[in-house]
C-alpha cells in the first residue's frame, strides 16, 4: 500500500482486512495518514473545541462600523484584531469540516465491522476525494450515516457508488432522504432485479403517506422517473420485494401483455436504495397485485411469502390465488 508521511498501513498490526483498507481510503482521500485509534474520542475532543471557539468567535465576530451619510463604514485601523477573529473563524470551520469527516468515517468502521471479505481492488482517488469534499459539511447525524454507508460499500466493491450518485446524495436534504426512505418501503422488483419501481396510482401511494408532491420532488432529485412497464407473458412474469412475491400468469395460450405505469428507479436511484433500510409493506404488495387483477382479468395472480432468496433463487410457499 501506498506510504503515506512514512506510514504503512501495514504496519499497524491487528486490524482486519475491511479495517485496513478504510484507513487506506481515507488517507489516501485526505493526503494524511488517519490513525484508526481513539478516532470517537478525538471526534468528542474536537466537538467540545468547537464549543469554545464557537463561543469565542461569536462574541468577538462584530466589527467597529459607523454609519454615516447613508454609508456604513468599517473601522479596520485595529488590524490585529481582525486576523485573530478571522483565525477563530477558519479554525472553527476547519475543526467543524474535521469532525463531520471522523464521523463518517466513525460510522463507516461500524459497517464494517461484520464484514470478512472486501475487494482488492483500490477505491479510485478521485472518488475518495469528490466523497470527502461532500462529506465535509454535513453535520447531521442522519446524513452522515448514509454517506458512511456509501464509503463502506465503495470499500468492499469499488464502483458501487457512482460520482453522479455523490453528487445527487450531496444535495439531498435530510427530509428529502426521509422520504426516499418511505418511497423504498414499497419498492417492487422485477424477477432478473433489472427493475426497481413503483406502482403509479396517487390513491395507493396516499394510503402509504406518500403525497404525489412526494414523487415530484424525488423525480427533481433524480432518484426516480416516471416509465410504462410492459410485461410479456413468455411463461410467467413475477414481481418481488424480499418479504412476498407475486407470480402472474395468463389464462390464454396466445401472448398476452400486461402495461402499467411506474416510476422506476434510476441508477443513482437503485444505489441509494441498496443501502437505506427497509420495512416492506406486505398490504401494499397485495394491494398493488389485486388492482392489476382487477385491470386484467385473463391473467391468473398468485402471492407467495418468500421463505429463501439466495443467488437468485427464491423459495417460496404456496398461497391460493387471487380472486
Known amino acids: 500500500m501506498d506510504n503515506i508521511k512514512?506510514?504503512?498501513i501495514h504496519d499497524i498490526i491487528g486490524l482486519s482486512k475491511p479495517l485496513e483498507k478504510l484507513i487506506d481510503t481515507v488517507s489516501k482521500g485526505l493526503g494524511t495518514f488517519y490513525a484508526p485509534i481513539g478516532v470517537k474520542r478525538m471526534a468528542r475532543a474536537?466537538?467540545?473545541?468547537?464549543?469554545?471557539?464557537?463561543?469565542?468567535f461569536s462574541n468577538n465576530i462584530e466589527l467597529p462600523a459607523t454609519y454615516k451619510d447613508g454609508k456604513i463604514e468599517i473601522n479596520t485601523s485595529d488590524y490585529k484584531e481582525i486576523i485573530e477573529r478571522t483565525g477563530k473563524r477558519l479554525l472553527y470551520q476547519e475543526l467543524r469540516k474535521q469532525n463531520n469527516i471522523d464521523n463518517v468515517v466513525c460510522f463507516a468502521n461500524e459497517e464494517l465491522k461484520?464484514?470478512?471479505?472486501?475487494?482488492?481492488?483500490?477505491?479510485?482517488?478521485?472518488w475518495v476525494i469528490r466523497f470527502f469534499n461532500s462529506v465535509e459539511d454535513v453535520s447531521s447525524?442522519?446524513?452522515?450515516?448514509?454517506?458512511a454507508k456509501i464509503l463502506a460499500g465503495e470499500v468492499k466493491q469499488?464502483?458501487?457508488?457512482?460520482?453522479r450518485t455523490l453528487d445527487i446524495v450531496k444535495n439531498l436534504t435530510q427530509r428529502e432522504a426521509q422520504t426516499f426512505q418511505k418511497l423504498s418501503n414499497i419498492i417492487l422488483i422485477s424477477y432478473d432485479g433489472s427493475y426497481k419501481y413503483i406502482y403509479s396510482n396517487t390513491n395507493l401511494l396516499n394510503k402509504y403517506n406518500l403525497s404525489y408532491a412526494n414523487i415530484l420532488e424525488m423525480q427533481e432529485c433524480g432518484l426516480i422517473k416516471a416509465q410504462l412497464l410492459t410485461l410479456v407473458n413468455?411463461?410467467?412474469?413475477t414481481i418481488y420485494n424480499e418479504k412476498m412475491i407475486g407470480i402472474i400468469k395468463s389464462k390464454s395460450n396466445k401472448e398476452q401483455k400486461i402495461s402499467i405505469k411506474v416510476y422506476v428507479l434510476t441508477e443513482a436511484g437503485k444505489q441509494l436504495y441498496s443501502i437505506i433500510y427497509k420495512d416492506y409493506s406486505e398490504p401494499y404488495f397485495l394491494e398493488v397485485l389485486h388492482e392489476i387483477k382487477s385491470k386484467y382479468h385473463n391473467f391468473a395472480i398468485t402471492a407467495h411469502k418468500i421463505i429463501t432468496f439466495?443467488?437468485?433463487?427464491?423459495?417460496?410457499?404456496?398461497?391460493?390465488?387471487?380472486?
Not at 461484520?114 to 478521485?126: A, C, G, L, R
Not at 469499488?158 to 460520482?163: H, I, T, Y
Not at 413468455?234 to 412474469?237: R, S, T, Y
Not at 439466495?310 to 380472486?323: A, F, H, M, P, V
Open 141 to 147: 447525524c442522519e446524513m452522515q450515516k448514509i454517506w
Open 46 to 56: 474536537k466537538a467540545n473545541e468547537m464549543e469554545i471557539i464557537s463561543e469565542a
Open 158 to 163: 469499488p464502483d458501487s457508488f457512482s460520482l
Open 310 to 323: 439466495n443467488d437468485g433463487e427464491i423459495e417460496y410457499d404456496e398461497l391460493n390465488e387471487l380472486q
Open 234 to 237: 413468455e411463461q410467467e412474469l
Open 6 to 8: 512514512g506510514i504503512e
Open 114 to 126: 461484520e464484514v470478512t471479505k472486501v475487494s482488492d481492488e483500490p477505491v479510485d482517488k478521485d
